[in-house]
């Protein structure tokens, strides 16, 4: 495994990239290339796509080195077209069928109240979140959304983009889209749930699903 | 509303664009009903949890670069004949 170090001189790496430097290649890669399999492995369920995915980006990014304007950092600038070349591979790759959301989602009785009585989360999320145990455990979860979904959910709640560009790249209509994200979040609050509740209090062990408001 | 209809609009909530109409019976909703307040704090919640663990500055994404990785793309460069 190779480690990344962080790069004092951006202007200068990418100069030698210019110059086709090999060690300059070899220092983006090393310096890069964990943090973008993290963002492809996002993505693509497949560790081989993940992989794949990541080296087209690179090579893509050698090859276009003159028309990186610097105005971005060389970091988001790579990210961007991992992101690009990952979302390109899902589609030219044949979808599986994928687990259905459905069991994640609320359930409700026939008066329309939540099947569910929701127990407080221990603490604040910003506090619980300062912990890289639950970051990760958070991480994992996400991992575990179906593919249709959490690809929404990483390019509309991770990676910031808006309604319109995420319908766009994923060839959904934007109100497919929206319903995506909407059942990506709540099934992700589902997967979440067990381990950032505090202990159930006896009052809300004897009502399980007894009316609320 | 139902608490049924609540989970339907949240998302438009969190985000402000739920129309006035709506938006009304949805905080009536709210303040009478424990459940999805928690419901919605524990939505949005995950909003935000989703954004700090994959936030790209944190130092814990993995940094390293698996040893064949490095080895296929610096390969394939020298053999890609447009770089």
């Not at chain 1, 994640?104 to 999320?125: A, K, Q």
């Not at chain 1, 979140?129 to 575990?144: P, S, Y």
Request: negative net charge.
């Amino acid at each position: 495994m190779g480690s990344a170090t962080p790069v004092d001189d951006e202007t200068g790496l990418i100069a030698q990239l210019r110059a086709g430097d090999e060690s300059a290649y070899e220092q983006v890669v090393r310096t890069y290339g964990g943090r973008l399999l993290a963002v492809t492995r996002r993505i693509l369920d497949a560790e081989e796509d993940a992989r794949d995915v990541v080296q087209d980006a690179f090579l893509n990014a050698f090859r276009n080195v003159d028309r990186f304007e610097g105005n971005s950092k060389l970091s988001t600038w790579l990210h961007r077209i991992a992101v690009n070349a990952a979302l390109m591979k899902l589609r030219t790759r044949k979808r599986k069928p994928e687990q259905s959301i459905e069991t994640l989602l609320p359930s409700f009785l026939d008066d329309g109240h939540h099947e569910e009585r929701f127990r407080s989360w221990e603490e604040p999320v910003d506090i619980a979140m300062e912990r890289a145990e639950t970051r990760q455990l958070v991480r994992a979860k996400i991992d575990e959304l179906p593919e249709s979904y959490r690809t929404v959910l990483v390019l509309r709640d991770i990676e910031g983009l808006d309604t319109e560009e995420t319908a766009k790249m994923l060839g959904l209509t934007a109100n497919a889209a929206k319903i995506r994200l909407h059942r990506a979040r709540q099934a992700l609050r589902t997967l979440l749930a067990p381990h950032l509740a505090g202990p159930a209090s006896a009052k809300v062990r004897e009502t399980p699903g007894g009316k609320l408001s | 509303m139902r608490c049924r209809e609540l989970a339907e609009f949240l998302m438009d909530y969190v985000s402000g664009e739920l129309p006035a109409e709506n938006r009304e019976h949805f905080e009536l909703h709210l303040t009478r009903c424990r459940n999805c307040r928690e419901y919605l704090v524990q939505y949005e919640g995950c909003v935000k949890a989703g954004r700090m663990a994959c936030d790209e500055q944190s130092d814990e994404l993995p940094l390293d670069v698996p040893e064949d990785l490095v080895k296929a793309v610096l390969a394939a460069r020298k053999l890609d004949p447009s770089s």
